[in-house]
């Protein structure tokens, strides 16, 4: 190898080096961004009169269910606050026809299960993005942005390349005593293949856009994957698997009972 080939080389490896570090930065300053407590959080709480009255959810008790994550020193799990509702947004692009009503199925399987409420606070613009920031007032005003659910492509949104119907992330926030507690999310859903599974009528391509739908709520709430073919929140949609499993049941009334935070 002569001294110029390698001077070449090692020229080509600085501008590559360079390139990462140009593309890095911009991602480093957006989660670090979503860690300053006082740029991230609206100003506005919940006073005792807006506090909702929880119902009371009668469970099974089945052990099969996981949660998402747990308190730092406890292994009561990470949830919403049960005590004001979740409010969410829908950006339309790419719905299949009757969108609204698939979702509205969803969001009621999981709120009869939890107790938790939900608010629609109608339709958005905003993109799904993985690092989707929970306070956004120039979107959402002063207040925690609503969750996002969207119906997009796996150009726009990469993580639902391949046969992955459905996506969901939040992030939580920790409150005064260093708890942590759910505040936004979102749920991305493969836009053509919800259309192309509500025109599958013999397998029941309906009730499986439903079933995808309640299982990504069921991870915004909190619930994670577990091995038990019976339960909704096995990894993989089957046809025969429709609505909540015994121990989704009892990991989602937990997920609707946990503590209020007046300071969110
Ligand atoms: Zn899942």
């Known amino acids: 190898m002569s001294i110029t080939s390698a001077q070449r080389r090692t020229a080509l490896q600085i ?20 860690f300053v407590p006082s740029v991230d959080r609206p100003s506005a709480t919940v006073t005792a009169g807006q506090r909702l009255i929880l119902p009371s959810i ?15 020193n406890s292994a009561e799990p990470v949830a919403f606050d049960p005590c004001r509702p979740i409010h969410y947004v829908v950006r339309p692009g790419g719905a299949p026809p009757g969108g609204m009503d698939l979702l509205h199925t ?7 299960a939890t107790g938790l409420q939900f608010v629609d606070d109608g339709v958005t613009d905003e ?15 002063d207040r925690w942005a609503p969750v996002l659910i969207s119906w997009s492509t796996p150009e726009e949104y990469g993580g639902l390349a391949g046969q992955v119907i ?32 509500l025109t ?46 015994s121990g989704d049941l009892t990991g989602l009334a937990a997920l609707g009972s946990g503590r209020c935070f007046d300071e969110l």
């Open 15 to 34: 501008r590559i080096a360079l390139l990462v570090l140009a593309i890095g930065l911009p991602l480093g300053y957006v989660t670090l961004q979503r």
């Open 58 to 72: 009668t469970a099974p008790t089945d052990s099969n269910y996981a949660f998402v994550r747990t308190q730092p």
């Open 106 to 112: 969803a969001i009621n399987n999981v709120s009869a």
């Open 127 to 141: 993109a799904p993005s993985e690092l989707r920031p929970n306070y956004q007032p120039d979107h959402y005003g």
């Open 166 to 197: 459905g996506l969901t992330g939040s992030e939580p926030v920790t409150t005064d005593d260093g708890q942590l507690a759910l505040v936004s999310g979102h749920v991305t859903l493969d836009a053509e293949q919800t259309n192309d599974l």
């Open 200 to 245: 599958k009528t013999l397998l029941n391509g309906r009730s499986v856009v439903i079933a995808t739908i309640t299982h990504e709520l069921g991870h915004l709430v909190g619930l994670a994957h577990v091995n038990d073919l019976n339960q909704l929140m096995y990894p993989t949609a089957r046809p025969t698997t429709f609505t909540f499993g």
